[in-house]
């Protein structure tokens, strides 16, 4: 980590016409490298925060950074082709192979046929899905956890400096789901990506995140490493707590 913030909440706000604020005033700096992990119960607004990153949401007041300029200054294809999005569902295109989904975006960024293939495979190495035995295949041939992971490679295929994750294992057995934890937690440490990974469970967050942001009803409750939160006093902090000790 550099210190750097790539990624920066400035006060960003977010609601829709006629209803309440969804984000309020919300000031946060992920460091160029970091992990952070958005955790808080459901409608605390981790999700718009999320999208806000890249442009899929406007803000409705502040501003929202990345690489130092506002997401309404980027051209919107192009900041969402630098980065790197893994949802619960995956979404991969059941029509094209394993190979041909982690490709894509490479392929429309116009990349040679020859980097592709070779990106491709490495990238299906890279978690545990070799080529040879999972590049011509399906999503419908796969297991739950099979597809997180080709999701995982698609999202790491152009290299982007940016990976933002919105609850991506959620849908996953309780054993699938902590190996792949594990092994994001890992290839994190090799990649050091700058990432902004949405939770509801704060033992996933310990797991994968260098520190936590804590969210309720729009606003920043708590931020620090796994360990500061473990010795905070607030009481939404200790509710969380007790909930992934349970």
Sequence with gaps: MSGAPFVEFAGASFGL????????????AVAEGETVALIGRSGSGKTTALKLVNALLVPTGGEVRVAGRATTAWD????RRQTGYVIQEVGLFPHLTVGRNVGLVPELEGWPAE????RVEELLELVGLPAAGFAGRYPKELSGGQRQRVGVARALAADPPLVLLDEPFGALDPITRTELQREFRALQARLRKTTVFVTHD?????RVADRIALLGSGQLIALGTPAELAAHADPEVRAFLEAGAA
């Excluded at 016409?17 to 946060?28: D, K, M, T």
């Excluded at 980097?115 to 070779?118: K, Y």
């Excluded at 704060?202 to 310990?206: I, K, L, P, V």
């Design 76 to 79: 919107p294809i192009r900041l």
């Design 115 to 118: 980097r592709i293939r070779t």
């Design 202 to 206: 704060m033992r996933e967050a310990a």
């Design 17 to 28: 016409a006629g209803g309440p604020p969804i984000l309020r005033g919300l000031s946060l």
